[in-house]
């Protein structure tokens, strides 16, 4: 299967959002928290499917899928229901769920304020070098969406990665192309009440 969403060409990308935290420092599941008249977690797979994602894999909890609403029609569900696991566990999961694909695109679920334009930018980026590790960056920092093409998947799945995804580029510098991006959303992330209330 390559899927592509109409009126894109180039590399087929699916991306990949790890949602299965407790969010124990927040206090609530962050993933439901309003944000612009929607919660948290659906703006960001509509800005990664309006970014050119051919298809978005959710991995999270039961309980939390409960509390949600629909999500758009070019949405994969994955279940993660240990809460011993960690982000890296997720995102093997929703690859496991993904196969199929040129690439692979993982942003977390409170990269809050993401932007559509953002995630095209990056996957542009990959489309013209499929080959490479696109990390979006803003302001000279590196943050999501982080971007791999289909041929390190074993990687991710590999004990290198067992410390987080981050590995996979940090063990291979020459591969990595970093893509400057103009929203802050790029780098932010809601861990804490204080986080979200800047943000309202």
Known sequence: MREQRPGTEGSSVAAIVPAAGRSGRMGTPKQLLDL???????????ALLAGGAARVTV?????LLQKFPAFPSAVTIAINDDPQTEMIDSIRIGLAASVGFDGYLVCPSDAAK??????RRCID????????????TH??????PLLFPAS????VHASECDAGLNQLARNRPQLVREVKCDSAGTITNVNTPADYEKLR
């Not at 993401?114 to 995630?119: E, L, N």
């Not at 302001?139 to 999501?144: A, Q, T, V």
């Not at 390190?152 to 990687?155: E, F, M, Q, S």
């Open 59 to 63: 991995v999270a909890s039961s309980p």
């Open 152 to 155: 390190l998947a074993a990687v």
């Open 139 to 144: 302001n000279g920092r590196r943050g999501h």
């Open 125 to 136: 980026a990959f489309t013209a070098t499929p080959d490479r590790i696109v990390i979006a």
């Open 36 to 46: 612009d008249g929607k919660p948290m977690l659906l703006g960001i797979v509509e």
């Open 114 to 119: 993401i932007a559509a334009a953002d995630v």
